[in-house]
């Protein structure tokens, strides 16, 4: 059973989806949770909820239209095994949040999709329903699809509500197994 050693905060990790960046591109980076993970203790990270943020250009705006040449998605996926430069099936265990953001230039239409993925794992009182991660490094992965990044770098960020928790040995070992297991 896990205990809560720490109350919510939140975790920010952004990735630059540069000018002209070709559909079918894939840009990661990571976020360190070394000093939140230990071994040792039986100390882990538990996520209740990732929110995907999707802005473009010098002044950090949300205008669609300006994020990719034409028709197309931008999507994002926040796992905690590296997945290189590239996204993961949807039935990977690694596989923590995800979302894409359509963009229909024919019709003027933006649509934010959460891929019916849970995002939200539950009421923040409920460690049972969170997402545990025992790796100590998440990976955000984002690129477009369809079109090009259209004239200007678009930002995507992953915005990580969690917070520290203390496992017991069965528990621990359950999920390095999960993990490990996941990795193969």
Do not use: C
């Not at 976020?31 to 039986?42: C, E, F, K, P, Q």
């Not at 909820?49 to 999507?75: E, L, N």
């Not at 994002?76 to 953001?101: C, E, H, K, M, Y």
């Amino acid at each position: 059973m896990a205990t809560a050693k720490t109350g919510s905060f939140y975790l920010t990790e952004t990735v630059t989806l540069p000018a002209a960046t070709a559909a079918g591109a894939r840009v990661t980076g990571t976020i360190d949770l070394g000093a939140y993970v230990n071994v040792a203790t039986g100390q882990a990270i538990a996520i209740d909820s990732v929110d995907f943020v999707y802005q473009v250009g010098s002044d950090f705006g949300s205008d669609g239209k300006s994020m990719i040449s034409t028709d197309g998605a931008i999507g994002a996926q926040l796992v905690d095994l590296n997945p290189g430069t590239a996204f993961v099936r949807a039935d990977n265990q690694s596989l923590i949040a995800s979302g894409s953001l359509n963009i229909d230039q024919t019709n003027n239409v933006v649509t934010h999709v959460s891929d019916i993925y849970p995002d939200n794992y539950g009421s923040a009182g409920t460690l049972s329903e969170m997402f545990m991660v025992v790796n100590d490094t998440l990976y955000l992965t984002a690129g477009p699809d369809l079109g090009n990044i259209g004239g200007a770098s678009v930002f995507v960020t992953a915005r990580i509500r969690a917070r520290v928790v203390k496992l017991g040995n069965k528990d621990w070992m359950a999920l390095a197994l999960q993990s490990t297991a996941s990795d193969n």
